[in-house]
């Protein structure tokens, strides 16, 4: 790898991570040594870029950085298109549009001898079966989940059985066959699952929770990783 192909990748594990990254990790997923990570350091903190960090403890970016967007690698098309593919055939209508048009916007992007890695990929997913109907428009949910506010359902259980119930939002899962909203509920005061077919209805309320989108995702994660012993990303 050329050097200064290097200091880029340095910049973008660093910039993908929310911890600080030590010249071990860095070196192993480069394939060079600590010692010509270290030298790239320096070399980066020479050219003004806000490293901070030291040698054993790991390095960070500051959050204020700023970078124009760096030519993507073959690799990365790939991994765009794959993800987009997959929410093409399993999103709710409005994000599987916008996948196709990002496929499309990448194509007119990328110099023309990167284009067959898009229109003659060599990567694809399995056709969706199609979700069940969503009880809930999914658009509206995913801009109540970034403004951090309420939404009041009438949930109908696996048993026919209806409650209504306050929930704060946290992430909605899309799957094979249907879709899943991650809540706080206020009825159980606690996390739960709502498969979005079983809202009878839903109101969007314009009271805040109160927490921050990113600390209830927090929360809610800890929730799965001590109920589920699953680690999310």
Same mark, same amino acid.
């Given at each position: 790898?050329?050097?200064?192909?290097?200091?880029?990748?340095?910049?973008?594990?660093?910039?993908?991570?929310? /911890?600080?990254?030590? *010249? +071990?990790?860095?070196?192993?997923?480069?394939?060079?040594?600590?010692?010509?990570?270290? &030298?790239? $350091? !320096?070399?980066?903190?020479?050219?003004?870029?806000?490293?901070?960090?030291?040698?054993?403890?790991?390095?960070?970016?500051?959050?204020?950085?700023?970078?124009?967007?760096?030519?993507?690698?073959?690799?990365?098309?790939?991994?765009?298109?794959?993800?987009?593919?997959?929410?093409?055939?399993?999103?709710?209508?409005?994000?599987?549009?916008?996948?196709?048009?990002?496929?499309?916007?990448?194509?007119?992007?990328?110099?023309?001898?990167?284009?067959?890695?898009?229109?003659?990929?060599?990567?694809?997913?399995?056709?969706? /079966?199609?979700?069940? *109907? +969503?009880?809930?428009?999914?658009?509206?949910?995913?801009?109540?989940?970034?403004?951090? &506010?309420? $939404? !009041?359902?009438?949930?109908?259980?696996?048993?026919?059985?209806?409650?209504?119930?306050?929930?704060?939002?946290?992430?909605?899962?899309?799957?094979?066959?249907?879709?899943?909203?991650?809540?706080?509920?206020?009825?159980?005061?606690?996390?739960?699952?709502?498969?979005?077919?079983?809202?009878?209805?839903?109101?969007?309320?314009?009271?805040?929770?109160?927490?921050?989108?990113?600390?209830?995702?927090?929360?809610?994660?800890?929730?799965?990783?001590?109920?589920?012993?699953?680690?999310?990303?």
């Amino acid at each position: 790898m050329r050097r200064a192909d290097r200091l880029f990748q340095i910049i973008q594990i660093l910039r993908r991570s929310h /911890r600080p990254v030590t *010249a +071990d990790a860095m070196a192993q997923e480069l394939e060079t040594s600590k010692r010509t990570i270290y &030298r790239d $350091i !320096a070399d980066l903190l020479g050219q003004r870029v806000p490293l901070r960090g030291e040698a054993g403890i790991g390095y960070v970016l500051d959050g204020a950085f700023d970078m124009p967007p760096l030519m993507l690698t073959p690799d990365e098309i790939e991994a765009a298109v794959l993800g987009a593919q997959w929410v093409a055939g399993r999103g709710d209508p409005v994000l599987a549009s916008a996948a196709r048009d990002l496929i499309a916007k990448i194509a007119t992007a990328v110099p023309e001898k990167l284009r067959p890695f898009i229109l003659e990929p060599a990567i694809g997913t399995s056709p969706g /079966r199609g979700a069940a *109907a +969503d009880g809930v428009d999914i658009t509206k949910v995913r801009a109540w989940i970034h403004a951090g &506010r309420k $939404i !009041a359902i009438t949930y109908r259980d696996e048993r026919g059985e209806t409650t209504r119930r306050v929930i704060w939002p946290v992430i909605v899962g899309y799957f094979d066959t249907m879709r899943m909203l991650a809540a706080w509920c206020e009825l159980r005061q606690d996390f739960r699952s709502f498969r979005t077919e079983r809202m009878v209805a839903a109101e969007f309320l314009d009271e805040r929770h109160g927490s921050r989108p990113g600390e209830l995702r927090k929360r809610w994660k800890r929730h799965i990783q001590e109920t589920r012993g699953v680690t999310l990303p």
